[in-house]
């Protein structure tokens, strides 16, 4: 089984247990706050699946002339959910509280803040990291393909090849340190998705056995048995080539 079907495989698994918290109960969640010149302009909540697949827009409002909104959303589980505007603007946020603060200027969204979910803003901390590094990473590999193609030196090749080598080891560190540390399932599921981009398949399956060791989720220890009967199905499976096919992180 090659690399796509062992991801279509785990994007369907994906989908059917997103989120993450074992309850059985349902919970209000309220996110509030106020959206800088963006008035009158339409706000979207949405849902972000795993795998790349289609976001799921749970509600939309108006905006009024301060920009302040309010929504509300029932859900079982902890997920990974965004606002949005019809721009360019995305925020995203895990409703690991009831009630989630998030304030930002649509003119520089990067610089929104949430308040009430620390989730969220060790999400925020990590994707700032990740885009950091991976815009290193590809700026590498833009540059060793280039010089391949003109058949420069070898020592400058061997030298941006050791880079390349070393940039990926360093974003798996990353999402690996985010995968044993966080006790929160919805964030490991996120960066469990976004460590295909980069990990062998066998590292990630051994990441996902030990979180949900750890955090004791059925559906993590779902994610580790599918992965796990994959993996064996396909011995030779490699790492999936930078850019390719996870999660979003746009946010």
């Known amino acids: 089984m090659n690399i796509k079907n062992l991801l279509a495989s785990l994007v369907a698994m994906m989908i059917i247990i997103t989120g993450c918290k074992n309850s059985s109960d349902e919970k209000n969640y309220t996110i509030a706050g106020t959206i800088l010149h963006a008035a009158k302009g339409k706000l979207l909540l949405q849902e972000v699946p795993y795998g790349g697949l289609p976001i799921i827009t749970m509600d939309s409002i108006t905006l ?20 949005a505007t019809e721009n360019e603007m995305e925020i995203l946020f895990i409703n690991d509280e009831e009630n989630i603060q998030i304030n930002a200027d649509a003119n520089n969204y990067q610089s929104y803040t949430i308040k009430g979910s620390a989730t969220s803003q060790a999400l925020i901390n990590f994707l700032m990291e990740y885009r950091k590094r991976d815009s290193s990473l590809m700026s590498t590999i833009y540059n060793l393909d280039a010089l391949q193609k003109q058949n420069g030196k070898d020592s400058t090749i061997f030298w941006l090849q050791k880079q390349r080598v070393s940039k990926i080891d360093d974003i798996n560190k990353l999402v690996g340190n985010i995968i044993s540390t966080s006790t929160s399932p919805a964030f490991v599921y996120y960066t469990l998705g ?4 980069s990990m062998e398949s066998a590292q990630v399956l051994a990441l996902a056995k030990a979180a949900a060791e750890k955090l004791k989720a059925e559906p993590l220890t779902q994610f580790a048995n599918l992965l796990s ?3 064996q199905a396909n011995a030779r499976t490699t790492a999936i080539t930078v850019g390719s096919m996870a999660p979003e992180i746009t946010a």
């Open 64 to 83: 009024n002339e301060e920009g302040k909104f309010s929504f509300q959303f029932i859900a079982k589980q902890e997920g990974i959910y965004r606002i």
């Open 194 to 197: 976004l460590s295909l981009r």
């Open 229 to 231: 009967t994959q993996v």
